[in-house]
């Protein structure tokens, strides 16, 4: 069983930038895809980045061109850069295994992003 720790949130204005980052207490180097997930209060939980274990990345339209999603696989450490941000990226990001369409490790506490003036 993995566990996923997400660290970088916070406050920042439209337009900044912020560094996300995922620890997973086991190594990462055999889970093929891995995700950040987003979810806004009284919204579902949505899939925003994803990486296989070759580095091919995938984004939800909403964050393409704005978010970059990396791993590295020696430091069990999966990452979102996050660039010109927009009030509506607002929620709290969590990252985990994609497996089977879903994910494939209980969620950890997440991170939460608030972008305000």
């Known amino acids: 069983q993995v566990q996923f720790v997400e660290s970088g949130g916070g406050l920042v204005q439209p337009g900044g930038s912020l560094k996300l980052s995922c620890a997973a207490s086991g190594s990462i180097v055999g889970i093929y895809a891995m995700g950040w997930y987003r979810q806004a209060p009284g919204k579902q939980r949505e899939l925003v980045a994803r990486?296989?274990?070759?580095?091919?990345?995938n984004y939800a339209d909403s964050v393409k061109g704005r978010f970059t999603i990396s791993r590295d696989n020696a430091k069990n450490t999966v990452y979102l850069q996050m660039n010109s941000l927009k009030p509506d990226d607002t929620a709290v990001y969590f990252c985990?295994?994609?497996?089977?369409?879903?994910?494939?490790?209980?969620w950890g506490q997440g991170t939460q992003v608030t972008v305000s003036l």
């Open positions: 990486i296989t274990s070759g580095g091919s990345t």
């Open positions: 985990n295994e994609i497996h089977g369409g879903g994910p494939g490790f209980p």
